[in-house]
C-alpha cells in the first residue's frame, strides 16, 4: 500500500541551486515522499478522521465521559467528521492535506463553540455562521479564556498533519483512461460524502425520536445538549431547528415601500406605569360547568371580581402554543410578531433571533419609559439571557437575583414574585420615570403530578358538581392549587397598585393553556373537544388563556378608562392574538403609531383581532377558516413585514444596563 518512488538524479538537478529544487531534490534523494494506494487512501482516511474528533473532543472534554459510554454518541459525532474528510479528499487528493483543512474547519468550529457558551451559555448554531463579523465584535467585550495546552496540541497536530501532506502522497494515476476514471472517483466521493452528510441532516440528525434516545439530562439546556452529546451532533441537530422562512411571494423592496407608506404619529405618551404579569400556565378551566365552588374556595376569585370592576377590560389572548411555549407568547406579546409566522416548521421564537430587533421595550424607552424584564428563572432556557438584550430590555432579573425566595413545586413561589415586584416597583419610583415592566412567573409549571407540591401538605379538595375519572381529579386538584396562588398575586398586586397614588395599568395573562394529561385527559373529562379542525372557531380554545387590563384610579383617569376598550377597538368578545397585545397597550399609553410596524399592528388588529396558523376572526364577519380577500393580503402583508424586520431591519443593539441582575432590589 505504501511505496518507495525514487527517481535518478540528472546533473543538472544536482547542480541546480534554486532552494525550492534542491528541497525536493533532496526529498527524491531520500526516496521520499512516500506514496500510497487506494486501499492505504481509505485506511488514512479513517485513522486521520478518528484522530480529528478525538483533538476536537479535547476542547469540549466535558463531552467526553458522556461520548465514552455512549457508542450512538460516537457515532454521530464522528461521522460528519468522517464525511467531510471524505468530501475534501475527493477536492485536493490528498488525504493529509483534506485532513489538514478539515481539522481547521471543525477547530474552528469547536474553538469557537468553546468561547460561546463561556460567554453567552449558548453553543454555536449555524444560524452564528451568518454572523461571523457581529460575533468577532462581541468577542471583544467578553474575558474569553482559551486552554493554552489544548491550543498548542491543535498547533502541533496541524503541523504534523502539513508534514504527512508533503511527505505522503497518493499515487499517480499512469495514462489517460486512468486519470479519467480517477477524477470521477474523486467526484463521487466529493459528492456522494455530501449528499450524504445532506441526507444524514434532515434525517438522522434532524429526529426528535433520536434526540430523545440520546443520554442527556436536560435537552432545554443547550449547553448541555451540547456538553452532554458532543458537538457535532449538536451543530447538526440545530441545522434544521428554528429558521426563518422566507414567505412565498415576498419582495423586500415593496414591502419597503409599504413600510414607507405606513402612517405614523408622534407619541403623545401618557406617563403610566405599565405592568406586564404573564402567568405560567394561568387559565379559567376551573371554571367548568363540572366544578361547584362556594365562597371563597374560588381559584380564580380576584380575577373574577377584578373582571366585574370598572377599570378592568378582560377577554382570551390567543397564544401560539398549546401546553408550553411560554417564551413564544414573550416573543409575540413583546415584538407584535407572531411565532407561527417565522416559520411553517415548528421553531422556538427566541432561537430564531440573532439580532437586536424591535419590540415594545424599544418604543416604550424611546419615548421615557425605564424597561425591565423579570423572571424568576434560569436565565440560560430559551436563550432569554440574550434575546431579552437583543429586545432592547434596559435590566434583565433572573433566579440568581430571589436570594430570599421561598420556592413551590420545584420553582420560585408567586408569592415571593410578588414581593419582589413590589419591591423593584418602588425602587424604580427613585428614577422619577414611568416604568415598563415584563414578568413571567414560573411556580404553576407542569407537570402536574401529586409530588409537585407534596410538600405543602394535603392540598384543598376540588369542589365538584359532577364526579370526575381519579387520575383527571388528581392532576386539577394540583393544577387549581397553582392557579390559586397565581391569582392571589394577582389580588395582592391589585391591592397593592389601586392604593399608589402613581398611574399603574396592569397587563395579566396566562402564558397557555395548561398540559392536563396525554390526549387532553383532564379536557376530555371536563367535556371539552379540543379539536384540531380548523373548519370550526372551536378549535382556538386550546390556545386562549385569559387576560385583564386592570387599572388604578390615576391611570384609568389618565387613560379615559371608560372609553379605552371602545377607542382600542378591542373586539366585542374579547379574542385577541397575543401578538396584538402589546401593540394594544402602546396604543393604550399614546405610543401606538409612533413605529411603524406597531402602526400596521394596531390597524391590523382592529379589521382582524385574531390571526392564527392560517385562519383569522374578522371583526365583522366572524371566523375565517380560509381568509381570502382583503383578509388574505392583509395577513401577507403581516408575514412580510415580519419577515423584513427579522431579516432585514437594523436595530441599534444597546446592552441592557443588566444583563442578569444578581441581587434583591
Request: proline share 4%.
Amino acid at each position: 500500500m505504501l511505496y518507495w518512488e525514487k527517481t535518478r538524479l540528472t546533473a543538472q538537478g544536482a547542480k541546480d541551486s534554486r532552494l525550492g529544487t534542491r528541497w525536493t531534490v533532496w526529498l527524491r534523494a531520500q526516496g521520499l515522499p512516500y506514496h500510497y494506494d487506494e486501499r492505504c487512501h481509505w485506511i488514512l482516511t479513517g485513522v486521520l478522521s478518528v484522530f480529528i474528533c478525538w483533538m476536537c473532543a479535547l476542547i469540549l472534554p466535558e463531552s467526553l465521559p458522556y461520548l465514552c459510554r455512549s457508542p450512538l454518541l460516537l457515532l454521530l459525532n464522528w461521522l460528519p467528521v468522517l464525511l467531510v474528510l471524505v468530501a475534501v479528499a475527493g477536492a485536493v487528493r490528498n488525504v493529509f492535506g483534506a485532513a489538514v483543512i478539515t481539522l481547521a474547519v471543525c477547530g474552528v468550529l469547536n474553538f469557537a463553540n468553546e468561547l460561546k457558551i463561556e460567554a453567552r451559555d449558548d453553543p454555536v448554531s449555524p444560524q452564528d455562521l451568518t454572523m461571523a463579523r457581529e460575533a468577532l465584535t462581541a468577542a471583544g467585550s467578553y474575558d474569553l479564556h482559551v486552554d493554552k495546552g489544548v491550543v498548542a496540541s491543535f498547533a502541533i497536530a496541524f503541523l504534523l498533519l502539513l508534514v504527512g501532506a508533503a511527505l505522503l502522497r497518493p499515487r499517480r494515476a499512469q495514462g489517460a483512461e486512468a486519470v479519467r476514471k480517477e477524477a470521477v472517483r474523486r467526484a463521487a466521493s466529493f459528492v456522494g460524502s455530501l449528499a450524504a452528510l445532506a441526507g444524514l441532516t434532515v434525517t438522522v440528525y434532524a429526529s426528535s425520536d433520536v434526540l430523545s434516545a440520546l443520554p442527556c439530562s436536560n435537552r432545554f439546556h443547550m449547553t448541555t445538549l451540547c456538553q452532554e452529546t458532543g458537538f457535532h451532533y449538536t451543530f447538526l441537530h440545530l441545522v434544521t431547528q428554528n429558521h426563518l422562512q422566507k414567505p412565498d411571494g415576498f419582495s423586500k423592496s415593496a414591502t419597503e415601500d409599504a413600510i414607507a407608506a405606513t402612517d405614523t404619529e408622534p407619541a403623545q405618551a401618557k406617563p403610566v406605569n405599565v405592568i406586564f404579569v404573564m402567568s405560567e400556565a394561568f387559565s379559567d378551566v376551573t371554571d367548568d360547568d363540572a366544578f361547584a365552588w362556594t365562597g371563597n374556595n374560588d381559584p380564580l376569585l380576584h380575577f373574577h371580581a377584578l373582571a366585574q370592576s370598572e377599570n378592568a377590560i378582560t377577554g382570551h389572548l390567543v397564544v401560539p402554543n398549546y401546553g408550553g411555549g411560554t417564551a413564544n407568547t414573550e416573543f409575540d406579546v413583546l415584538t407584535g410578531m407572531q411565532t407561527a409566522m417565522l416559520s411553517d416548521a415548528s421553531v422556538s421564537a427566541f432561537r430564531v433571533m440573532h439580532k437586536a430587533t424591535g419590540s415594545v421595550f424599544r418604543v416604550a424607552e424611546e419615548n421615557g419609559w425605564q424597561t425591565a424584564f423579570i423572571h424568576p428563572g434560569k436565565a440560560w432556557f430559551y436563550n432569554r439571557q440574550n434575546t431579552y438584550r437583543w429586545l432592547g430590555a434596559q435590566e434583565i432579573i433572573f433566579e440568581d437575583a430571589f436570594t430570599q425566595a421561598t420556592y413551590k413545586g420545584g420553582y420560585v413561589s408567586d408569592a415571593s414574585l410578588t414581593n419582589y415586584v413590589i419591591s423593584d416597583f418602588e425602587q424604580r419610583l427613585e428614577q422619577g420615570v414611568p416604568q415598563f415592566t415584563y414578568v413571567t412567573t414560573i411556580q404553576n409549571h407542569m407537570a402536574y403530578t401529586p409530588q409537585k407540591y407534596e410538600q405543602e401538605g394535603a392540598l384543598p379538595a376540588l369542589e365538584l358538581a359532577e364526579e370526575l375519572p381519579e387520575d383527571a381529579a388528581s392532576m386539577l386538584q394540583v393544577y387549581s392549587y397553582g392557579v390559586r396562588d397565581a391569582d392571589t398575586m394577582l389580588g395582592r398586586l391589585v391591592y397593592y397598585f389601586e392604593r399608589r397614588k402613581e398611574p399603574v395599568l396592569l397587563v395579566w395573562f396566562g402564558d397557555h393553556m395548561p398540559s392536563l394529561g396525554q390526549d387532553y385527559l383532564c379536557y376530555q373529562a371536563l367535556g371539552k373537544d379540543m379539536t384540531a379542525d380548523r373548519s370550526s372557531e372551536a378549535w382556538l380554545d386550546a390556545y386562549a388563556p385569559p387576560f385583564l387590563l386592570w387599572a388604578n384610579d390615576a391611570a384609568a383617569e389618565m387613560l379615559d378608562f371608560d372609553t379605552l376598550a371602545e377607542r382600542l377597538g378591542l373586539p366585542e368578545d374579547g379574542k385577541l392574538s397575543a401578538s396584538f397585545l402589546g401593540a394594544a397597550v402602546l396604543d393604550a399609553v399614546g405610543c401606538g403609531q409612533s413605529d411603524a410596524f406597531f402602526a400596521f399592528v394596531n390597524e391590523l388588529r382592529r379589521d382582524l383581532p385574531v390571526v392564527q396558523r392560517g385562519t383569522a376572526v374578522d371583526a365583522q364577519d366572524g371566523y375565517l377558516s380560509e381568509p381570502d380577500g382583503d383578509a388574505a393580503r392583509a395577513i401577507q402583508e403581516y408575514q412580510d413585514r415580519i419577515y423584513y424586520r427579522m431579516k432585514y431591519e437594523t436595530v441599534e443593539d444597546t446592552a441592557s444596563q443588566s444583563e442578569a441582575a444578581e441581587s434583591q432590589p
